[in-house]
């Protein structure tokens, strides 16, 4: 039974950079074709795709995103990490990681979800 | 970049069918997953690949995808059916590759 679960702080300043760390269990991120995605969902809004690290350690990042977002996988401690720079307020959200499968890719199962407020 | 445009909200008497949709240019030809959020849970997958259902889910949900729109749809709608429903494709062309997701859609049980 594949599962996940994401960590890090809950309350962060602007400017500063956040790291959360998804860790996971039933699956291995060295197993061809699968993956692990980033999301998050501000509240009362819709969901948003972040990033997504495949088995071959192929990474992509949300064009809007891009430039502020950095994916990592350790196959050996089954945990992906996602570090987000220049935190801002806007940025507060429910930050949620996923198993990814299939061409094209789908989420399937999905972590319970960090809420991450950003606030001096 | 690609957009999927669902409206906002939609009600729906229980034991009746409801019908969502995901507007696309051209989305018959890329593939659509659905994902179901009840509040203050995390989404689930319930539909793959237009019309596959994963382990689990109903018979009751079943998807479409043809032209410009691709439709979720739920018969006989329970209360526990009541949740946010997003659309979600994957986006390639020669320069990205890049999940998107729809707006997403709040159907309410009356």
């Known amino acids: 039974q594949i599962s996940l679960k994401e960590s890090g702080p809950t309350l962060v300043k602007p400017t500063q950079t956040l790291t959360l760390t998804c860790s996971f269990s039933g699956f291995s991120l060295s197993s061809s074709g699968l993956g692990v995605g980033w999301f998050r969902q501000p509240p009362g809004k819709a969901l948003e795709w972040l990033a997504l690290?495949?088995?071959?350690?192929?990474?992509r990042y949300s064009p809007s995103l891009k430039s502020r977002l950095s994916i990592t996988k350790d196959t050996s401690k089954n945990q992906v990490v996602l570090i987000m720079t220049n935190m801002d307020p806007l940025d507060t959200a429910t930050y949620y990681c996923?198993?990814?499968?299939?061409?094209?890719?789908?989420?399937?199962?999905w972590g319970q979800g960090i809420l991450v407020t950003v606030s001096s | 970049s690609y957009v999927l445009t669902q409206p906002p909200s939609m009600s729906v008497a229980p034991g009746k069918t409801a019908r969502m949709t995901c507007g696309g240019n051209n989305i018959g030809s890329k593939t659509v997953h659905w994902y179901q959020q009840r509040p203050g849970q995390a989404p689930v997958l319930v539909i793959y690949y237009d019309n596959d259902r994963p382990s689990g889910i109903p018979e009751r949900f079943s998807g479409s995808n043809s032209g410009d729109t691709a439709t979720l749809t739920i018969s006989r709608v329970e209360a526990g059916d009541e949740a946010d429903y997003y659309c979600?494709?994957?986006?390639?062309?020669?320069?990205?590759?890049?999940?998107?997701f729809g707006g997403g859609t709040k159907l309410t049980v009356l």
């Open positions: 979600q494709v994957w986006d390639r062309t020669s320069d990205h590759r890049d999940v998107v």
């Open positions: 690290v495949y088995w071959n350690d192929n990474k």
């Open positions: 996923a198993h990814s499968s299939g061409s094209p890719v789908w989420f399937d199962p």
